[in-house]
């Protein structure tokens, strides 16, 4: 299957490029070649019109040796079991490089959402939850958001999780939730929060002065945190894009300006604020700074070519194809690797998870200051590794979590 090649197989081909590295044991390696439970459900819906549709999902549990799978939930028609598998492996490898004790998993609904009302959105919410039940709980597998799902299907989701254990209340079977039903604060923007704790420690590292240049690629939840956090802090944001267009202004965007536009018209194109470009793309612009904050496999050979930055910070998974990874090693352009650049989200569902076992709650502060010490310590840990084997920061920081996740299943009498 293509997508199998191109989106697991990612994986897969750093799994073997680390095993040579570090020596790892064959018997550890053989066990991270798939995940470990992996279950495939149809979800029938009753829609307005009163018919019934059934949607594919999945949920995919890579590996727990470290403690119960964590991983978010997508609705998007281009979800598929490469897909998935995918991303619960790098959340394996995420939840062990930031060193928090949780393990990886997945989950996936084919569906355009945007096409749903929302009386079908809740009951495919519903009935996806009550299908992977079985599954999942606060010491098995613990769902968050992901694209296209947001706190109110978390609450949702919650509800339906809670109604199906005899109306017991369990929030930490789910993260990501509103305030009102046990979220945490500062999750909202948690991912862009922690990657920006990354991105200026990197910026650091290779010398960027203050009032750095910054493009942004996806201008969804992540990408629009992390320009409106960029902007605050001094970097000047000159590049924007999403699906439909891009916006250019090499003066500096104001991102507040070009939120409210996107909200009126769906999109950053014909932003007025913005410079004619003509057929121009986000990668032909030239920045300090380069943050891919859409999808998987945005970033391919011919692109990393052409672009022209110093730092690259992956907010999305996998935008990087390991073709273009090579090319960017060769160039000297630094590419913060997602397993770190995106982790502030987990880091974060974490500290909710904490927070219900507890029935206590910190306050927005106490989370971002807890948040920033665990990506400054992640940070050095993966620069040590990166020093230590002359490699790059990707490769340094799966050296990092695969050895993490090795001592644990060893430990367990796995190897």
Known sequence: MEKEKNVFGLVLQNFAKIKDLIKLDDNIYTQLLAPQKFLEVNVPVKMDNGTIKVFKGFRSQFNDARGPYKGGIRFHPQVDESEVKALSAWMALKTAVVNIPLGGGKGGVIVNPMELSQKELEELSRGYIRAISKLIGPDLDVPAPDVYTDPKIMGWMLDEYEKLNGGRH????????????????????????????????????????????????????????????????????????????????????????????KKKTGSVADYPGAEEIGEKHLFDQEADILIPAALENSIQAQDAEKIKVKLIVELANGPVTPEADEIFAKRNIVVVPDILANAGGVIVSYFEQVQNAYGYYWSEEEVLEKLEEKMKTSFDEIWAKKEEYQVSMRLGAYILAIERIAEAMKDRGMA
């Open 170 to 261: 369990i929030p930490g079977v789910i993260t990501g939730k509103p305030l009102s039903i046990g979220g945490s604060e500062a999750r909202s923007y948690s991912t862009a929060q922690g990657g920006f704790y990354a991105l200026d420690m990197a910026a650091k590292k290779i010398g960027l002065s203050e009032g750095a240049t910054v493009a942004i690629q996806g201008f969804g939840n992540a990408g629009a945190h992390m320009a409106k956090i960029l902007q605050k802090a001094g970097y000047k944001i000159i590049a924007i894009s999403d699906s439909k267009g891009t916006a250019v202004n090499v003066m500096g965007l104001d991102v507040a300006d070009v939120e409210r536009h």
